[in-house]
Nanobody, 119 residues
Framework: QVQLVESGGGLVQAEGSLRLSCAAS????????MGWYRQAPGKQRELVAD???????TYADSVKGRFTISRDNAKNTVELQMNSLKPEDTAVYYC?????????????WGQGTQVTVSS
């Protein structure tokens, strides 16, 4: 089992920046993809960005050019730099780790951190 702990959320004005961090309790080198998801009130959880063990990153269209995901396997951390924040970015952000095995994917989740962007 891998435990994930997020930090860095908070309240920020529109066009501001925040940096989210996710610390893992175990080595993440073997985890296929580490990512960030978010869930706004009344909406489904959605992928924000993820990065594979080889460093390939994927972003939701809504955050491309504004958010940057980074992964440090040596420190067992994943970070999300969020710039030019918009009120619609307001959500609870969850750190995720996903591994693929013969029986399918296994997901690890953090407890979430609130990001609120005021207009």
């Amino acid at each position: 089992q891998v435990q994930l702990v997020e930090s860095g959320g908070g309240l920020v004005q529109a066009e501001g920046s925040l940096r989210l961090s996710c610390a893992a309790s175990a080595n993440i080198g073997g985890i296929n993809a580490m990512g960030w998801y978010r869930q706004a009130p009344g909406k489904q959880r959605e992928l924000v960005a993820d990065v594979t063990s080889s460093g390939s990153a994927t972003y939701a269209d809504s955050v491309k050019g504004r958010f940057t995901i980074s992964r440090d396997n040596a420190k067992n951390t994943v970070e999300l730099q969020m710039n030019s924040l918009k009120p619609e970015d307001t959500a609870v952000y969850y750190c995720n780790g996903r591994t693929w095995g013969w029986s399918g994917p296994t997901d690890y989740w953090g407890q979430g951190t609130q990001v609120t962007v005021s207009s």
